[in-house]
C-alpha cells in the first residue's frame, strides 16, 4: 500500500514521467538510491504498471474521433464479465475499459477514424462481443483534459 512518500512521487511521475530520479528525490525529500528503491518496489507490486508517451493529437478532420461506449451485458455473472473482458481486449480501438456499477456494465474509450469506421467497429466488432445486450455510443466534441495528469 504506497504511503504518502509514494503518493507525491506517483502524482510528480504523473504529470512529467520523463523527470530523473535525482529531480524525482529532491523533489519528494528522499536520497537518490532511497528513492529509486521505492520506485522500483512500486513498479514491483503493480502499484506502477508502467510509463507511456501522450501525443499532443491535433483535432482536425481526418485526425480521427473519440467515442464513448456504455455496454450493457445480458447477465453478470464471473464467466460472462471473462469472456467480454477476454474479447475486448483483443480489439485495438478500444484505448480504454473500465467495469462500472450504475445502469451499464462497462465504459469503453474508443478511438475510430471517422464516423463509419466506428460503425463498422459497432456492427462487426463490439456487438458481436459474448454477452453483450446494449450498446449506447457518445461521440467526444473535443478534449478538454488528457491523460496524464
Do not use: W
Amino acid at each position: 500500500m504506497p504511503d504518502d512518500l509514494d503518493r507525491a512521487m506517483i502524482r510528480l511521475l504523473r504529470q512529467d514521467g520523463r523527470t530523473s530520479n535525482a529531480a524525482l528525490a529532491a523533489a519528494v525529500g528522499l536520497s537518490p538510491s532511497a528513492c529509486l528503491r521505492r520506485l522500483r518496489l512500486l513498479e514491483r507490486n503493480g502499484t506502477i504498471r508502467g510509463y507511456t508517451v501522450v501525443l499532443d493529437e491535433p483535432e482536425q478532420p481526418g485526425a480521427g474521433v473519440t467515442v464513448i461506449v456504455q455496454i450493457t451485458l445480458e447477465r453478470q455473472t464471473d464467466e460472462h464479465l471473462k469472456r467480454f473482458e477476454a474479447a475486448v481486449r483483443r480489439c485495438p480501438e478500444v484505448r480504454e475499459c473500465y467495469l462500472m456499477t450504475g445502469m451499464s456494465d462497462y465504459l469503453l474509450r474508443v478511438e475510430a477514424r471517422d464516423a463509419a469506421d466506428y460503425e463498422r467497429l459497432h456492427k462487426d466488432g463490439l456487438s458481436r462481443m459474448p454477452g453483450v445486450a446494449r450498446i449506447q455510443s457518445s461521440f467526444a466534441i473535443r478534449t478538454v483534459i488528457r491523460g496524464g495528469r
